[in-house]
Structure formats: structure tokens, C-alpha cells
T-cell receptor, first 113, second 114 residues
């Protein structure tokens, strides 16, 4: 979606290294969802952010939403092979888009052992 | 386990053939969605439904039809398949107020049209 840009498109990191994936919106976000997808499988919900400045963590993954609610980052600390997959952000633009989430193109993460 | 079930998981069609993809959810969710996923393009919404008996067009509806006769099922039909419809198709469902979990996704259907 042009309303939602993800960067980088792909990423290869050495096991143990940290990494960050960004999701930038051209509009104010009512909510921002992060999902992870493994090859051949569906999308698994990771975290949802709604308030400006909000930050949530789950195990070694931390997601933040900036104060203006137009950019979110997903940070993985000490990456492991289990973190490999496709990470997608999904935006809730609320009333303008009805009840549909708009998704970014995804970031492919590979972790080298 | 409760969730969204898609059938079939894989399918190869010849150009011009028709088929129906089935999505079933057992969570009593009001909203259901069909997306297609193509490399570099993320998920694009095909059609969606906000309740039994209702459907609406999404971003890329051409060449597809849908029906939601029962709350738990959402069917996606291809009347005359084209190679451009080769993709991975995902069904998702959500509560009317989907926060805080967003959508629940099925595991996908990988469709190849030759």
C-alpha cells in the first residue's frame, strides 16, 4: 500500500545482532498492528499500538509508535533463527477506511547462524 | 483449535477454469476478509464482509466473487481463472471492534494458474 511504507524490504543479520524494521504512514494512525509470517503459513499477531509514544515488548521484540502516530518501529534484540520470516505492519486509519486494515509490503528477515 | 481454516491449501488451475476457496471461522467474528499476497506488494484486499449476507469490494476485486451465506463461512470464487490470479490467498476474520488483536488469519491457499 502506498499509504504505508515498510523498510527495509529485506534484511540479513548475523545471529545475535539487533535489528530494526520501520513502518511509515502518510496519514495519522488510529492503530498499528505488527504481524509475523513464516513461509507457507498464515500471519501471527505480534503487537498492537494505539497511543502516541506507546511501546510494547514481547520476549525480545519491542514495537514503538511515535508521538505523531505516523511511524512505528519493530526492534529485535539478539536475533535468533526463530525470528526469521516476513514482518508486516497493518494500519487502522479508522473511519476513512471503514473497518479494513491496510498492510505494508512486508520486510523479509533472514538470520544467519 | 479455534481459528480460521482455509481449504484447499494448494491448487493448480488451468486458465479459464473456475474454483471456490472456502474460509471458515469458529470464533463468532462478524467481519471476514479475503486478501491476496504477491511478492513486493504485501497484502491487498479483494473483498470483505461485515456480517452475514453482506459483502463489499476491496482494493482488487476484479475477477473474483464472494458470498457469505452463513456467519462462519466466507467463500471466494474465481469464475474464469487467469495467470494473473496466481497468488497466495489469505482469509482473515475479526470482531466488530477488532482491538486489541486485529485480525485472525488462516494459513493461506497457494494458487497457481497455468
Amino acid at each position: 500500500s502506498q499509504e504505508l511504507e515498510q523498510s527495509p524490504q529485506s534484511l540479513i543479520v548475523q545471529e545475535g545482532k539487533n535489528l530494526t524494521i520501520n513502518c511509515t504512514s502518510s496519514k495519522t494512525l488510529y492503530g498499528l498492528y505488527w504481524y509475523k509470517q513464516k513461509y507457507g503459513e498464515g500471519l501471527i499477531f505480534l503487537m498492537m499500538l494505539q497511543k502516541g509514544g506507546e511501546e510494547k515488548s514481547h520476549e525480545k521484540i519491542t514495537a514503538k509508535l511515535d508521538e505523531k502516530k505516523q511511524q512505528s518501529s519493530l526492534h529485535i534484540t539478539a536475533s535468533q533463527p526463530s525470528h526469521a520470516g516476513i514482518y508486516l505492519c497493518g494500519a487502522d486509519f479508522s473511519q476513512e477506511y471503514g473497518n479494513k486494515l491496510v498492510f505494508g509490503a512486508g520486510t523479509i528477515l533472514r538470520v544467519k547462524s | 483449535n479455534a481459528g480460521v481454516t482455509q481449504t484447499p491449501k494448494f491448487r493448480v488451475l488451468k486458465t479459464g477454469q473456475s474454483m471456490t476457496l472456502l474460509c471458515a471461522q469458529d470464533m463468532n467474528h462478524e467481519y471476514m476478509y479475503w486478501y491476496r499476497q504477491d511478492p513486493g506488494m504485501g497484502l491487498r484486499l479483494i473483498h470483505y464482509s461485515v456480517g452475514e449476507g453482506t459483502t463489499a469490494k476491496g482494493e482488487v476485486p476484479d475477477g473474483y466473487n464472494v458470498s457469505r451465506l452463513k456467519k462462519q463461512n466466507f467463500l471466494l470464487g474465481l469464475e474464469s481463472a487467469a495467470p494473473s490470479q496466481t497468488s497466495v490467498y489469505f482469509c482473515a476474520s475479526s470482531l466488530r471492534h477488532r482491538r486489541p488483536y486485529g485480525y485472525t488469519f488462516g494459513s493461506g491457499t497457494r494458487l497457481t494458474v497455468v
